[in-house]
């Protein structure tokens, strides 16, 4: 479940052992009766608390039979039509996928795997063996069962050295006889049997808590339809990109490239037959989002942008629902490249941004909370560090981060030797060159260009050059391929603004770690490895000892700074009236229960 929760976003990110919904402000029955109270702020704007939003629908009326529900991904871009969890790598293919596909263990509120999903499983004393058991009546979109040899299909795909995607990590290394496997050591790998038609075996290296709240890759590959494409091909199949199958409560009927995905419902579904008869999910551009709802053209869409909420909070023919997103904002530095080789993170003491002090003082410059308030009105935060507040047991919350202040920034930057030496203004490096600093950012809705302006200010006034590449904000799928998506780095990015949806599982490893593609600064050092490493072993089956891991691996990343998170976020999510039994609560896949009690969507006023 962890990759596919990483939105990259994916990415993608993509928590912990013990989250409780009730810690998010999302399951308070105290609150039931809000859904946004808003207080004003310093300037007389309205500022907006998370807590004060229902997690889930509160919608009344009798559920129709059938109906056809419409639903927006909010992007101003296409998606890239990806569709399979084993092959997807942005973060919005997995809006549409998750409709027809889902994961054959299922969690609950504390994203610990549960008995209650597609499969059940059991774990020896050991701790290391895991045996899964698919049930009898889970079956693919064509009537094939959907099989355990299918689910060790998915694994040898993703360790397979011609594997054209991104999934293979710390999820599957972790298997006895994957690396081999990898490596073309192996034919086979020797942690993973298949017992029977349903049983499936898999051996660990080691005992980890990781295994337990997200560590296992829990999706199937038909192998019926992939095994006659070279695996190196896969990714560019008709059975990827336009005629995918699932196992989900929906089957795919059409699809319209980079627009829109129609589905079915599939009356053979697991846990019985869905309550829609048709669904529409269709790409809708921020800037059009607000009309699109209130005209019923969608009903509800995967994330409202907070930036437009105070100017919509009162849309009279929605509720909004909201939780603590898993997911945050971050500036990260190039520090190094990516190995396509050897699979790894590749330093390099030579890049611009390898001065730590440097990006000490790029933090220190920037002031989140105040970006939070003044262009999200609250629903978005200062972030302190990188394991954020939706991981309560492990998000440390007495470290305060890398906090503003420019005078401070000033000081680190003329004791390490960065002045302005030819009275521009602009400060040089310490071997007296120009210093132009290559800044990566995303388009997207009304704040991204602002923020971006806003940030460039900031490093502008403690006399850094900060220019925007290309002199432009990037299209998203650009913009990914351009900071190492693809494991090619574009020199000319220095510094870039992203975020992370992070993983049900709080093992950080996914986004830092050495071999992680995800790692797009390129950092890594001993220290990390070794923490990271600490945090996934048996030791850390142990609550106490894994948060004081955690903590020290927060302590660490706010020293070294390969990045500086600066917002966790709120996720809002606007429904139409006339839709019943949705949720955004972070264990939620029930879209087989979604009912809507009218034909049509109710208009706004």
């Known amino acids: 479940m962890k990759g596919s929760r990483w939105r990259i976003l994916l990415y993608a990110l993509l928590l912990g052992l013990v989250l409780t919904l009730a810690a998010c402000g999302g399951d308070d029955e105290s609150k039931s009766d809000k859904s946004g109270d ?43 039509g990806l569709l399979n969890f084993n092959f997807y790598s942005g973060a919005y293919d997995v809006e549409f996928i998750k409709w027809f596909d889902e994961s054959l263990l299922s969690a609950d509120e504390t994203h610990n795997f549960t008995q209650d999903g597609a499969a059940t499983f059991e774990v020896d004393d050991s701790g290391k063996v895991f045996t899964f058991t698919i049930r009898d009546n889970v079956n693919w979109h064509d009537g094939e069962p959907v099989t355990a040899e299918d689910w060790a299909y998915a694994y040898e795909v993703i360790g397979h050295p011609d594997y054209p995607g991104v999934r293979y990590g710390d999820d599957f290394t972790v ?69 995918p199958i699932g196992m989900g409560p929906y089957k795919v009927k059409s699809i319209t490239p980079g627009e829109a995905v129609v589905y079915t419902k599939n009356e053979d579904y697991w846990q019985g037959e869905p ?54 904002s971050y500036i990260g530095f190039k ?82 030797g960065y002045k302005d030496t030819d009275g521009d203004g602009m400060r040089e490096n310490p071997d007296g060159e120009d210093l132009v600093i290559n800044f990566a950012s995303m388009s997207g809705g009304e704040t991204a260009e602002p923020v971006a302006n806003y940030y460039i200010q900031s490093w502008k006034k403690v006399g850094l050059n900060v220019q925007l590449l290309d002199g432009r904000l990037q299209e998203f799928n650009s913009f990914y391929d351009r900071i190492g998506q693809s494991g090619d780095d574009d020199p000319k990015v220095d510094v870039y603004a992203a975020g992370w949806g992070v993983a049900t599982d709080v093992n950080p490893a996914g986004l830092y770690g050495r071999d992680a593609l995800f790692n797009f600064s390129r950092y890594a050092s001993e220290e990390n490895d070794q923490l990271l490493e600490q945090g996934v072993s048996k030791d850390a089956m142990d609550l106490e000892y894994r948060q004081k891991v955690y903590k020290e691996w927060q302590e660490l990343m706010v020293e070294e700074v390969p990045v500086i998170p600066t917002n966790y976020r709120a996720k809002l999510v606007p429904v139409n009236k006339r839709v019943l039994n949705y949720s955004v609560a972070h264990n939620w896949g029930n879209y087989y229960e979604i009912a809507v009690t009218q034909e049509e969507p109710v208009k706004a006023e």
């Open 38 to 80: 808003k207080k004003s702020g310093k300037d007389g704007d309205q500022i907006y608390s998370i807590e004060d939003f229902n997690v889930e629908t509160k919608n009344e009326g009798e559920a129709m039979d059938g109906g056809h529900l419409k639903f927006g991904v909010v992007t101003d871009t296409a998606f890239e």
């Open 175 to 243: 298997i006895e006889g994957m690396e081999e496997y990898h490596n073309g050591k192996a034919d086979s790998i020797s942690g993973i049997e298949v017992v029977d038609e349903k049983t499936m075996k898999i051996t660990y290296k080691e005992a980890s808590p990781s295994l337990l709240s997200g560590g296992i890759w829990s999706y199937a590959l038909p192998k019926h339809v992939f095994q006659d494409i070279p695996i190196a091909e896969m990714e560019k199949s008709d059975a990827v990109r336009k005629e």
């Open 275 to 328: 309550k829609l008869d048709e669904v529409t999910v269709k790409v809708v551009n921020p800037k059009t989002v607000v009309q699109a709802l209130e005209s019923g053209e969608v009903d509800t869409v995967h994330e409202f942008p907070t930036d437009q909420y105070p100017d919509n909070a009162d849309m009279s023919n929605v509720e909004f629902i909201g939780n603590v997103d898993m997911a945050y």
């Open 335 to 416: 520090l190094g490249t990516w190995d396509k080789e050897k699979k790894e993170v590749k330093p390099d003491p030579n890049k611009k941004m390898a001065d730590v002090n440097l990006r000490k003082a790029m933090g220190h410059a920037i002031d989140n909370e105040a970006v939070g308030k003044q262009f999200y009105n609250g629903l978005r935060w200062n972030a302190t560090t990188l394991i954020p507040p939706s991981h309560p047991d492990f998000h440390d919350q007495d470290n305060p981060g890398i906090e503003y202040n420019p005078e401070q920034a000033k000081k680190l930057l003329d004791e390490a």
